[in-house]
């Protein structure tokens, strides 16, 4: 601002608030009921993550884990679809942001963490290797074992017997669920694999979910 006061001139600097929006780094993982469908899923995902860009928050990444077994039963359930978003946020924010997981019926369980460097340096070299990982998408089935992406997955022998199999066409990715049990030295367990179908596998996996119990009267004898 330029005033003139008795031919002299003096130069007033100009006042300008500037309003400075501190950005903390965050980590929130949430699981959803395995009953939801595909759309359903979505549109819990989509909430969630439109409240954060309405809130002026900047989303860093976001995953989809899938349909993951539990460490243990929550509201009398086994699985859970798993999801992480990573985003930067106003810390003023994120009590309204855990309010709406809590209001939320299809979220069985959430955790938000606030991330340092080290913790932002692990997650940038965490995303960057699964970018660079191959993945297979392959499923090899036989009457003894399964292969999917590379992995092996006993179904008899070694103490391990499959009772039943069934695909789980109703949630998405479709899950191959099979019921085992095993003999320990306390007795026998018994509990449920579930993998994954890879979309070019589903007719492979329906069509041995059909013979298995064929397949299945020829091992007993």
Request: glycine fraction near 4%; charge should be positive; include cysteine.
């Amino acid at each position: 601002m330029l005033v003139i006061s008795n031919k002299s001139i003096i130069f007033a600097p100009n006042f300008i608030t500037i309003n400075i929006k501190i950005m903390n780094h965050y980590e929130t993982v949430f699981i959803l009921n395995p009953v939801l469908s595909e759309q359903q899923v979505k549109e819990t995902v989509s909430k969630f993550e439109d409240f954060l860009t309405s809130k002026g928050s900047e989303m860093v990444s976001k995953e989809d884990w899938g349909l993951k077994k539990l460490a243990y039963e929550i509201q009398h359930k086994k699985s859970g679809f798993y999801h992480l978003f990573e985003f930067k946020a106003p810390a003023e924010i994120i009590i309204a942001f855990e309010t709406e997981f809590r209001r939320d019926e299809r979220v069985m369980r959430f955790l938000t963490v606030s991330l340092d460097k080290h913790a932002i340096s692990w997650a940038e070299r965490r995303r960057a290797k699964l970018k660079s990982k191959t993945k297979y998408q392959e499923l090899y089935l036989t009457d003894y074992f399964i292969v999917l992406n590379g992995e092996k997955y006993l179904l008899f022998g070694d103490g391990i017997y499959t009772l039943s199999v069934r695909v789980i066409a109703n949630i998405s990715p479709i899950i191959l669920e099979f019921k085992i049990h095993w003999k320990t030295r306390n007795g026998v367990t018994f509990d449920e694999l579930r993998l994954p179908v890879p979309p070019a596998e589903i007719t492979k996996a329906t069509n041995f979910c059909s013979n298995f119990i064929s397949k299945h009267a020829l091992h007993e004898k």
